[in-house]
């Protein structure tokens, strides 16, 4: 684990929490936010925290975790180098309107990386090669995003998946969800369905990878 200053694990810890509201909860995910919260308070107080936060052995919690501080992440790169967080009173941190981000953004990416563990991650990889190779083959589209809400295409010649936008590779464990049409559906087998959250949506068929 990488060592990040108090001050700074209490910052990201706090806005993670605030951030777990666009995930969906279950009791779970609700303890997470709550141990962010205590964490954060500690760390602020300099009294100790958990570089581990609710350790677990459940993959699935492993990749919440990591999906929600690669999520948080997202937003802390896209500041500027002095940015005004004035407005961040709502998260709870008080950092003024001339906060130099650099060291915050360093910080964020150590979080990041403490976390990012896809050993210890649902092995989902080859399944969701499989049924895009799948759809591929049978001449149907697919929308897959990723944890930044980027469209993700795979490419099968390299064996890898990139971002349309950058065309910069994208590791399997950041993606979230895939969508297909009702008739591309058709033609996935049940038991890949069963290994994802599966949503029917209007016209269209979502499967979640958490």
């Not at 001050?7 to 141990?35: G, P, Q, T, V």
């Not at 962010?36 to 919440?64: H, R, V, W, Y």
């Not at 563990?117 to 190779?133: G, R, S």
Request: charged residues 25%; negative net charge; contains cysteine.
């Amino acid at each position: 684990m990488t060592y990040i200053q108090p001050h700074l694990f209490s910052m990201i810890c706090r806005i993670a929490a605030n951030r777990a509201y666009y995930f969906e909860f279950d009791d779970w995910r609700l303890k997470l936010r709550d141990a962010l919260f205590e964490q954060s308070a500690m760390a602020e107080l300099d009294i100790g925290f958990d570089i581990e936060i609710l350790f677990t052995e459940d993959p699935k919690q492993n990749l919440c975790k990591y999906h929600l501080f690669k999520y948080t992440d997202c937003l802390i790169q896209s500041l500027n180098e002095i940015e005004n967080l004035s407005t961040w009173r709502f998260f709870g941190i008080d950092c003024g309107n001339e906060y130099k981000t650099e060291f915050l953004k360093m910080a964020s990416l150590d979080m990041v990386h403490n976390f990012e563990k896809p050993e210890f991650f649902p092995q989902y990889k080859t399944k969701i090669i499989e049924l895009v190779n799948m759809l591929l083959t049978n001449k149907y589209g697919y929308e897959l995003r990723s944890i930044d809400e980027k469209y993700i295409q795979w490419d099968q010649e390299q064996g890898l998946f990139y971002c349309l936008g950058d065309k910069s590779e994208v590791n399997w464990y950041d993606l979230i969800y895939m969508i297909i049409s009702p008739e591309a559906k058709q033609i996935v087998p049940q038991r890949m369905l069963e290994e994802f959250d599966c949503q029917e949506l209007n016209y269209q068929f979502k499967l979640n990878f958490l």
